[in-house]
């Protein structure tokens, strides 16, 4: 019988890093079909914390509530604002100005209170999954649909 030739130390290390390579695409690629996760957790103590100090009205109707950071710059879209109180208040949904250290620029509260969005005025297309990045044309629908909640990191921390 003839003795098994040794593997060479070159197909050794080639197995190792094709094995890495595996590894990496297949998390990268189950990434992608998952939403940006946000803290579901800091969501909710904002809204209790809103409601403990009394800051949250009692409505039977959709709350939207834009969250000004004091001495944040990066929070003054108006443009932004303005199209979304327009879109949301067209589809019954109060708006609210409030100032706070929040990290999210608005918060959005259904009909019974449970947060539904929290984030930027302006998210990222890629974040939201839409084409169109502009939440004055999908938020509404989110109002009316039965979908998860969406919580995503603000643009910038003040």
């Known amino acids: 019988m003839l003795p098994r030739p040794a593997l060479r130390p070159g197909v ?13 695409t297949t998390t990268s690629v189950a990434a ?8 579901e957790a800091a969501v909710t103590a904002l809204v209790d914390g ?26 003054q879209d108006e443009q932004a604002w303005q199209q979304l109180n327009i879109a949301l208040q067209a589809h019954g949904t109060r708006t609210l100005t409030l100032t706070t250290t929040a990290a999210y620029e608005l918060l959005v509260l259904a009909t019974d209170g449970h947060p539904l969005y929290a984030g930027p005025l302006r998210p990222s297309a890629l974040a939201c999954g839409r084409s169109d990045a502009a939440l004055a044309s999908w938020l509404p ?18």
């Not at 992608?32 to 803290?39: A, I, K």
């Not at 949250?56 to 834009?66: C, E, G, M």
């Not at 649909?145 to 919580?151: A, G, I, K, Q």
């Open 32 to 39: 992608l079909g998952h939403r940006p996760g946000g803290d």
């Open 12 to 24: 050794i290390t080639g197995l190792i890093l094709l094995a890495c390579w595996l590894g990496w």
């Open 141 to 158: 629908a989110l109002l009316t649909e039965r979908s998860p909640p969406l919580f995503l990191p603000s643009r910038c921390s003040c």
């Open 50 to 75: 809103l409601r403990a100090q009394g800051q949250l009205p009692a409505t039977a109707a959709p709350l939207a509530i834009r969250l000004n950071t004091p001495g944040c710059d990066c929070v």
